[in-house]
């Protein structure tokens, strides 16, 4: 049970003003080892094609009901100390007053339930993706049209969470919000995040918040974070880290068109050979739907190339420990506590030839070094994401733990059926 559960009553002030002192003394760190749920708030249905697309007339799922397809014990039992929560928040930029309410309630449920099972709990907010927008598309000026009502919904769940005090909380004020690691044109995200944070600091004073950079919150981007919001402890830092690329998102349809087309990349290179990763590369570059105006032999050019420097820089755990070296170095620049350093997101997808999963050891070797390494640094985790496809680790869709290997790969405690 957390030292906030054991809060009663007139104490709970106090009790939590106690744990902020101690993280910002050093201590354990708020959040080490968790997951993403993507069930409750994320992807929510739509309506229409094109222009005329919408969300839903309800667009979030039965709070209650999805929790009870978890066993939180076992998950806690497992070692995950912590959970995080991503919201789709464009049904609330436009949706009125009873969506917000209904909203506001069903996170409540969430978050208690999860405080209950003693996780801490992270909320991190997605702009709308109704026609495939980008974060920055929200980021239009600090007086553009977007980026207000957005704020305005960041504002309204900031207030909500600062009001809970059962446990460890923290807000992401935006989801990966720029592509570009700093802007040559236009304001750059750090100034959209100081004139965030700053307004959030009114209306939630003691919730803790997550800084990141730009980049879509890669190390890139974090290591060019300088900034006197830094200095604060409630402040943390979140990273994004999916390297090498071409394995952790071999045949992603959403990304950039070769990569659709890579199959049969191992991990670590050495594991495998450029030959079989060429070979399923062009038989599965034949079948898959390329873009309007993209050329098929093109893509397939750019999939054989990236295969081709995969293998001759000859890929794995040393190239991991070098962008996690880039990560330490900016810690100690800017004399950040370890604990205040988390990945939030990272993770590999599961790849499949025909619907069957194959290469589970590259995944699981990925999974192993990746949380390895940012563990020997003494930052926290939290995996992308527990349960749904392609990133989850269940093995099969309604089993009723994640897969034994890959939890032994994060060092978890596997539950005995």
């Known amino acids: 049970m957390s030292r906030l ?6 104490m709970v002030t106090a009790c939590a003003l106690a744990i902020s002192a101690t993280h910002a003394a050093g201590a354990a760190p708020l959040f080490k080892r968790g997951a993403t749920l993507v069930e409750f708030f994320m992807f929510p249905p739509t309506v229409g094609d094109g222009a ?24 806690r039992t497992m070692g995950f100390d912590h959970l995080r929560i991503p919201v789709d928040v464009g049904p609330l930029m436009g949706g009125d007053e009873a969506l917000r309410r209904d909203f506001l309630s069903e996170l409540g449920i969430v978050i208690s339930t999860l405080h209950a099972n003693d996780f801490g709990v992270i909320v991190t907010l997605h702009p709308p993706s109704l026609n495939r ?34 446990g460890r909380l923290a807000l992401e004020p935006m989801n990966e919000p720029q592509s570009d690691c700093r802007r040559k ?22 919730l803790v918040l997550f800084l990141t950079g730009g980049c879509w919150s890669n190390i890139e981007g974090i290591v060019l974070l300088d900034t006197p919001l830094l200095r604060d402890a409630k402040n943390l830092v979140t990273v994004h880290f999916y390297y090498p690329f071409v394995f952790t998102h071999q045949a992603a349809t959403w990304s ?16 495998g050979d450029r030959q079989t990763a060429l070979s399923l590369t062009r038989e599965r570059a034949r079948t898959i ?67 069957v999963e194959i290469d589970k050891a590259s995944r699981a070797q990925w999974i192993n070094d990746t949380s390895a390494e940012i563990e020997r640094h003494g930052w926290g985790w939290t995996i992308y994401v527990l349960r749904d496809d392609p990133f989850g680790l269940y093995a099969r869709k309604g089993d009723r733990y994640p897969d034994p290997a890959l939890l032994h790969a994060l060092r978890l405690n596997a539950p005995v059926e």
Do not use: N
Request: hydrophobic share 45%; with cysteine.
């Open 52 to 75: 005329a697309k919408a969300y839903a007339k309800v667009p979030f799922r039965d709070a209650k009901a999805i929790l009870q397809t978890f066993d939180l014990p076992a998950l």
């Open 256 to 271: 950039m068109p070769y990569m659709a087309a890579l199959s049969g990349i191992p991990y670590p290179a050495a594991a």
């Open 185 to 206: 044109i236009g304001l750059d995200w750090t100034a959209y995040q100081e004139h965030m944070v700053e307004r959030l600091r009114r209306v939630a004073p003691d």
């Open 133 to 166: 927008e980008l974060p920055e598309t929200y980021l239009d000026g600090l007086d553009g049209a977007k980026f207000q009502r957005y704020f305005q919904v960041v504002e309204m769940i900031a207030r909500e969470l600062d009001g809970i005090h059962s």
């Open 5 to 10: 559960l054991r809060c009663a009553g007139a």
């Open 289 to 355: 739907d390329v873009p309007p105006g993209v050329s098929r032999v093109a893509t397939l050019r750019k999939a054989e190339w990236e295969i081709g420097k995969y293998f001759f820089q000859d890929q794995g755990r040393s190239h991991i420990e070098q962008w996690m070296k880039q990560v330490a170095d900016w810690q100690a620049r800017q004399r950040i506590p370890a604990d205040r350093i988390l990945f939030t997101e990272f993770g590999a997808m599961k790849h499949k030839i025909d619907g």
